[in-house]
């Protein structure tokens, strides 16, 4: 049984999907996202610079609690943690990721979306779940829905959530957090607009304001 803390989420329920196309946005991205009260970033491995980017941010920038999403294979944790990675994030879920995982003291968030795919991270003693694609996978309804049936669990949606829907998500029980690309807009953080980035993980903080009542014996 997974028994890893996830309290790190508890005062930063929202986690910007980050993705790095030049090495050196990676610092300078992740200070004004700290700045703005978002302190647990998701680095992803869609770029070729994600691992050097934790290895950065995990030195130089104080405050951050760097992560790594779109971890696919048991490699991909193992180097991710070698990194410095402090929590690892996955869209989907496999028995050598569950393997690996539970090896550890590192949170891992396996993805699941369907009823038989949060079925089998809980079986594997997993209890915080990535649910992505949030938005093309029932969204919020969804989520709500599997709080009957999985009342122990809770999940951490990505994919289509903003600024606007966020608070649809986070007013229910069962979400820990959500994740989301909104934080940190492409053309802003190429013309090194970071005040501009700092404002808007402000305004993300405050959706802490609407995360509903934690389950009971959450982790």
């Given amino acids: 049984m997974n028994s890893?803390?996830?309290?790190?989420?508890?005062?930063?329920?929202?986690i910007p999907v980050i993705a790095i196309e030049n090495l050196d946005h990676a610092v300078p991205l992740a200070e004004a996202l700290v700045a703005g009260g978002i302190v647990n970033l998701e680095v992803t491995l869609r770029t070729e610079h994600g691992l050097k980017a934790i290895?950065?941010?995990?030195d130089q920038v104080k405050g951050a609690n760097?992560?790594?999403?779109?971890?696919?294979?048991?490699?991909?944790?193992?180097?991710?943690?070698d990194a410095g990675a402090n929590f690892v994030v996955s869209p989907g879920q496999s028995d050598a990721l569950f393997e690996r995982a539970?090896?550890?003291?590192?949170?891992?968030?396996?993805g699941a979306v369907t009823a038989?795919?949060?079925?089998?991270?809980?079986?594997?003693?997993?209890?915080?779940?990535?649910?992505?694609?949030?938005?093309?996978?029932?969204?919020a309804a969804a989520i709500k829905a599997f709080a009957g049936p999985f009342a122990d669990l809770q999940f951490v949606p990505?994919?289509?959530?903003?600024?606007?829907?966020?608070?649809?998500?986070?007013?229910l029980?069962?979400?820990?957090a959500v994740g989301g690309s909104w934080l940190t807009p492409r053309d802003a953080i190429y013309s090194g607009q970071w005040d501009?980035?700092?404002?808007?993980?402000?305004?993300?903080?405050?959706?802490?304001?609407?995360?509903?009542?934690?389950?009971?014996?959450?982790?």
């Fill in 4 to 14: 890893v803390s996830y309290a790190f989420l508890n005062n930063a329920p929202v």
């Fill in 55 to 58: 290895s950065l941010i995990r």
């Fill in 66 to 81: 760097v992560g790594v999403g779109t971890v696919c294979s048991a490699n991909e944790f193992d180097a991710a943690i």
């Fill in 102 to 110: 539970l090896l550890t003291n590192i949170p891992f968030f396996p």
């Fill in 116 to 139: 038989t795919e949060v079925m089998a991270a809980k079986e594997a003693g997993f209890k915080v779940l990535k649910f992505f694609p949030a938005s093309t996978s029932g969204g």
């Fill in 158 to 171: 990505t994919g289509g959530i903003n600024l606007e829907n966020a608070s649809s998500y986070l007013s």
């Fill in 173 to 176: 029980s069962n979400v820990r």
């Fill in 196 to 219: 501009d980035i700092t404002q808007i993980a402000r305004e993300a903080s405050e959706l802490g304001a609407y995360l509903g009542e934690p389950l009971h014996g959450s982790c």
